[in-house]
């Protein structure tokens, strides 16, 4: 059964905007997305939107509902109760460009100074990968870029002036995942401390906690690299080790 | 055909003028947390500061509060470690004080406390997209997360770690001390029962550390030219995804452990015997 649903969507661009109430219809089985796209059609004809796959997949309808971070394709309408308010706002850490569209070239610019994988020596075809070994990293894999994890953690969502040197979660896990990688010869537990910030993550696993993969992204990413880097740079036994020659160091990777 | 230049939108975040706009009891956990902590650091110190009822003589109950007891306060049946520290001390050095600083020192570096208090304490944040009201929010370039001192010495979890393993041995050690009868030999007791959970429990927290699971395997790039440290790590990490919860009852368990050997050697009430 259909009913009409009270909404409150942000409007405006360059920062400058407001909350506007809106009456829209739900019908049964719908998400937040279908009822933006009600809204199009009817009220707010010039209401942007970025949307694309509205299966969960594509990681473009990321905004905030009721302040949650979420994407709008995989918010079920039934979760709300038929007389609450439903605000929808654009993620609140990227600038925004208009409505419920941000800028999330932050995410792309933080991609690039990743050193790619490299294998060393080893020619095309000729390394073989174990399941045990894949399955590590496939975890990560299933990442769809919604950036909802970067949104949500605080060390730039409350600090922006650390977005030059952090991260943010999506990308200390490439970053972890390719230190995993049992391929992958270069050494990049500096860096994850130096230039990504890992030590800015204080592990509230808001990223896990968002992550609409279910990636467990603090667990399985982000403190395993801290481990990692604990040994590289914060162990004493590992430090007195590599003084007497019993643990070998090779070189850090710099960033790309 | 005549091309033109759109300008680039000037970038900034949507100005919403809202704190949060969640509208869950997103202020529950940390406040619930807050409490819990709070109420149990009180008991700890208060216990471990108290001096008397630690020890059931007649069954062999220690509290973990007070082990390994190492003063020479400690009666003797309870000093299995020996009695090495002077007993003219002051109130608040505890009998096992080669053992309380490192736990306490495990548990404050241990990477879901560090999300807890984080959480409740910290206000870094309190919750999920609620902005973070620690003193440094205000200063731009103040937040460091863990990369300075004091925070940098989380790092040191590791070592803590293998210090609280050494612990729960001692722990053990303890529970298996008490299947002590009336008569000296073989018996069982409620109070034997609590302490061999509240023990295994220990061990629970203590082997689904992160840690625990970087040194088992986690640390090697390649899991499949080591089967036998990737079936530990394996195991470890079933265990991990339950350190939180262990963390947790362990909170639970030790205090508990503790009233009720405090009460049985208080004289409060005798102990329920199942054998002996």
Same mark, same amino acid.
Not at chain 1, 53 to 62: I, M, R
Not at chain 1, 76 to 83: I, K, L, N, P, Q
Not at chain 2, 84 to 96: E, Q, R, T
């Given at each position: 059964m259909g009913y009409k649903a009270k909404f409150r969507v942000w409007r405006g661009d360059a920062g400058e905007g407001e909350l506007k109430d809106y009456t829209v219809e739900v019908n049964e089985g719908e998400v937040v997305l279908d009822v933006i796209h009600r809204l199009q059609a009817t009220e707010a004809p010039d209401l942007a939107v970025r949307w694309n796959?509205?299966? &969960?997949?594509? &990681?473009?309808?990321?905004a905030e509902i009721n302040g949650r971070p979420r994407l709008m394709c995989m918010t079920?309408?039934?979760?709300?109760?038929?007389?609450e308010t439903v605000t929808v706002t654009p993620m609140r850490t990227f600038p925004v460009i208009r409505d419920l569209v941000t800028d999330v070239s932050y995410n792309y610019e933080k991609a690039r100074e990743i050193p790619a994988f490299d294998g060393g020596d080893v020619k095309p075809g000729e390394f073989r990968m174990q399941q045990v070994d894949v399955e590590r990293s496939q975890e990560f894999r299933k990442c769809i870029e919604c950036f909802l994890c970067n949104n949500t953690c605080h060390v730039i969502r409350d600090h922006e002036e650390n977005k030059e040197h952090f991260s943010g979660p999506r990308f200390l896990m490439r970053v972890a995942e390719l230190e995993m990688h049992p391929a992958d010869v270069q050494d990049r537990r500096q860096i994850a401390q130096d230039d990504f910030g890992l030590g800015y993550c204080n592990i509230t696993k808001c990223c896990t906690e968002v992550c609409p993969e279910h990636i467990k992204i603090t667990d399985n990413a982000l403190i395993p690299m801290k481990e990692r880097v604990v040994g590289r740079r914060y162990d004493p036994l590992v430090w007195l080790g590599s003084k007497i020659g019993v643990v070998k160091r090779g070189k850090s990777t710099p960033k790309a | 055909m005549t091309q033109t230049t759109v300008d680039a939108p000037a970038k900034d975040r949507a100005r919403i003028p809202a704190r949060t706009l969640r509208t869950d009891r997103w202020w529950s956990y940390p406040l619930t947390t807050f409490i819990v902590f709070t109420a149990w650091v009180i008991y700890a110190t208060v216990r471990s500061m108290m &001096?008397?009822?630690?020890?059931v003589e007649k069954y062999h109950y220690l509290t973990p509060f007070y082990s390994p007891c190492v003063s020479k306060a400690c009666p003797a049946d309870a000093a299995d470690f020996g009695r090495?520290? @002077?007993?003219?001390? @002051?109130?608040?050095? @505890?009998?096992?004080l080669i053992s309380l600083p490192f736990l306490l020192g495990f548990r404050l570096t241990c990477y879901y406390y560090r999300k807890a208090y984080y959480r409740s304490f910290w206000l870094t944040p309190s919750a999920c997209a609620v902005p973070d009201k620690s003193p440094v929010r205000k200063t731009p370039g103040r937040y460091s997360g863990e990369t300075r001192f004091p925070l940098i010495l989380q790092n040191a979890h590791r070592y803590f770690w293998v210090i609280a393993a050494l612990i729960s041995i001692v722990n053990t050690w303890d529970a298996i001390n008490a299947f002590h009868g009336e008569d000296g030999g073989f018996g069982i007791g409620l109070g034997t029962i609590i302490l061999w959970v509240n023990v295994i429990l220990l061990w629970g927290y203590t082997l689904s550390c992160h840690s625990c699971r970087h040194v088992m395997g986690g640390r090697l790039k390649s899991f499949s030219k080591h089967p036998v440290r990737y079936w530990l790590w394996t195991q470890i990490s079933r265990l991990n995804t339950r350190h939180g919860q262990f963390a947790l009852i362990t909170l639970g368990t030790l205090a508990l452990t503790d009233a009720y050997v405090a009460l049985v050697a208080h004289g409060s009430f005798s102990d329920l015997r199942l054998f002996n």
């Open positions: 796959c509205k299966a &969960g997949k594509c &990681g473009s309808c990321s079920r309408m039934s979760t709300f109760a038929e007389d | &001096g008397s009822s630690f020890w090495f520290v @002077p007993d003219h001390l @002051p109130f608040f050095i @505890p009998y096992a």
